[in-house]
């Protein structure tokens, strides 16, 4: 079998739209047995999940839609436990639920409000899921990989990876609750990483800059000059597709990735490597 491939069962929050439906068809393309769609919007998480049997190459695949907010803990640990129930494991958590600050705002005049709102999805949630998660790998049999060579490589016994952004690592203004919420992500998949590693449990982040979703098409209209900006910043003159975060996302979970824990992916064509001179 290839490294590449992603043959166990995914749990994928914000699965309705953008970054979460990419990962979970690209998860789908790269052989998953099944995928929960899990989203606050239910009607496009049903969407998605019918959708992504268009993708599957799994003859066994099979995709459920859950309805979802990762910011109330009882419905999260109730997904988490009708996932396991029905599927018997979860081998990848990826947690794509997220949102953006409702205005931009420098300091001092953000709104706290929007803090919090902000704070409790990205980061907050994101925390939620993973515990939960953690409950249920952690008790579940490790799988194997028999590689090229002969060889039985350990998988461990499940890998979660969080959507984060390359403002887990940068910051821009105006922005600030969403940057604090990002590197709070990454901090949760640093902390998550070192305390899951000992249970055979694999934490990642992929950390895109801007990907062409939902959330970006708000933010193009919030302040239309971002698509310029996006032009001449992005040495690739262009966001991301969906897709090309979703295949990142495939590399964490895969068997090509067994020995990379605790990182931040960063997919943003090279944007956050130099200086930009504005000339
Ligand atoms: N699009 C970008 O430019 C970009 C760049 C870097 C990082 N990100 C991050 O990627 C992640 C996914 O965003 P996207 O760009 O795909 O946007 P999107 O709006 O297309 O998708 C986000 C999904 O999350 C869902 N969601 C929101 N709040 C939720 C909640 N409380 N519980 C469950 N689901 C919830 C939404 O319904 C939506 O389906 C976010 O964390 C975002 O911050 C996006």
């Known amino acids: 079998m290839a490294s590449f491939r992603t043959t166990g069962v995914a749990l994928v929050t914000g699965a309705a739209s953008g970054i979460g439906r990419g990962a979970a068809n690209a998860l789908a393309e790269a052989g998953a047995r099944a995928i929960v769609f899990a989203d606050i919007d239910e009607a496009g998480a049903a969407k998605a999940s019918d959708e992504s049997r268009k993708f599957a190459t799994n003859p066994e695949y099979q995709t459920r839609a859950y309805a979802l907010d990762v910011t109330d803990p009882k419905r999260v640990d109730a997904v988490i436990k009708e996932t396991y129930k029905e599927f018997g494991r979860i081998d990848y958590l990826v947690n794509s639920a997220g949102i953006d600050t409702l205005a931009y705002a420098a300091i001092p005049d953000n709104d706290m409000d929007d803090y919090e709102r902000v704070m409790a999805t990205n980061a907050r949630g994101m925390l939620l899921c993973s515990r939960a998660a953690v409950k249920v790998m952690e008790k579940q049999e490790p799988r ?39 590197h709070a992500a990454l901090g949760i998949t640093k902390g998550t990483a070192q305390d899951a590693v000992g249970k055979g449990i694999r934490v990642n982040a992929v950390c895109p800059a801007w990907v062409n979703t939902a959330i970006h098409e708000a933010e193009r209209k919030k302040f239309p000059p971002v698509q310029d900006f996006v032009k001449a910043a992005s040495p690739l003159g262009r966001p991301a597709e969906p897709e090309e975060v979703g295949e990142g996302v495939v590399y964490l979970c895969s068997p090509a990735a067994s020995y990379v824990n605790g990182i931040g992916l960063i997919i943003d064509a090279g944007l956050t490597l130099t200086v930009h001179l504005g000339i």
Do not use: H
Not at 159 to 167: R, W
């Open 144 to 182: 194997t990989f028999a590689t090229k060579l002969g060889a039985t490589r350990d998988l461990g016994r499940g890998t979660i990876i969080n959507v984060t952004s390359v403002l887990s690592y940068a910051a821009v203004p105006g922005k600030v609750a969403y940057i604090a919420s990002k």
